[in-house]
């Protein structure tokens, strides 16, 4: 069994009762096959970088979980079948679990607390790297011209 | 007219073979957001130092945070 993370995107306005029935589904599907879940984090609710569907924000719920790779198209069918669901991405994360290591594993459940605001740390202004590149030429040019006297000053008995 | 090209000394390191303990991992959006310009686009490696197996992870971690919306494909300037 490999260990793999979903991170879907759910709709912003849907109430909480089928947030939990996705999850349900979920575990439905992931235990059903004999996999395990390790890690469900809901990171709530959180602006988005463009638009999905219309909405600014969506709401984030993250799936660790141990299963064979078979029943990963079937998990990914269910998604693009729930209407909830804007978006997902599934990543594999390690190779062979062994599975005793994953039965001492407790399921770990997380729930949000606030409505997660991105903090907009200042961004690198792209100017700054167009005007390091002159400055690298600049700076390689300099090189070459100390290079002359100082080789013929050591050169001087 | 024949300049000899010059190869410029790398000023920085690898920040992610100096500390190996970073995990370049695209839910972590405040350390992405270091490698990317204002209007979206990932620097390259010549600018940010990295070396190249770290790039080219950073680059698939800044893709799939692309995807999932915790960074924009593309910010409009103005």
């Known amino acids: 069994m490999r260990m793999y993370e979903t991170l879907m995107i759910l709709h912003p ?10 999850i349900g589904r979920m575990e439905g599907i992931i235990e059903g096959a004999g996999g395990k879940i390790t890690v469900i984090d ?24 141990a299963a064979s790779p078979t029943i990963i198209n ?25 599975a005793a290591v994953l039965a001492e594993v407790a399921r770990v459940h997380k729930k949000p607390t606030a409505v997660i605001e991105e903090v907009e740390e200042p961004p690198v202004p ?6 390091e590149e002159e400055e690298l030429e600049e700076k390689a040019a300099e090189q070459a011209k100390p290079d002359k006297p100082g080789v013929e000053g050591e050169d001087k008995p | ?21 970073i995990v370049l991992d695209y839910k972590e959006t405040k350390l992405l957001r270091n490698f990317i310009t204002e209007r979206g686009k990932i620097i390259p490696r010549r600018i940010s130092g990295n070396c190249a197996l770290h790039q080219r992870g950073l680059t698939t971690a800044i893709k799939r945070a692309r995807t999932i919306a915790l960074l924009p494909f593309t910010v409009a300037q103005g």
């Not at chain 1, 306005?13 to 996705?22: L, N």
């Not at chain 1, 079937?74 to 062994?98: A, H, Q, S």
């Open chain 1, 126 to 131: 792209e100017e700054a790297f167009e005007g």
């Open chain 1, 42 to 65: 809901q990171w709530g609710i959180r602006k988005l970088a463009y638009r999905i569907a219309k909405q600014p924000r969506g709401y984030y719920l993250l799936l660790k979980y």
């Open chain 1, 13 to 22: 306005e849907i109430a909480d009762d089928r947030i939990v029935a996705v």
């Open chain 2, 1 to 21: 007219m024949n300049r000899p090209k010059r190869h410029f000394q790398r000023r920085k390191m690898c920040r992610f073979c100096a500390d190996k303990n």
């Open chain 1, 74 to 98: 079937e998990l990914e069918r269910t998604l693009k079948l729930t209407e909830e669901c804007l978006r997902f991405i599934t990543i594999k994360l390690d190779e062979e679990v062994e």
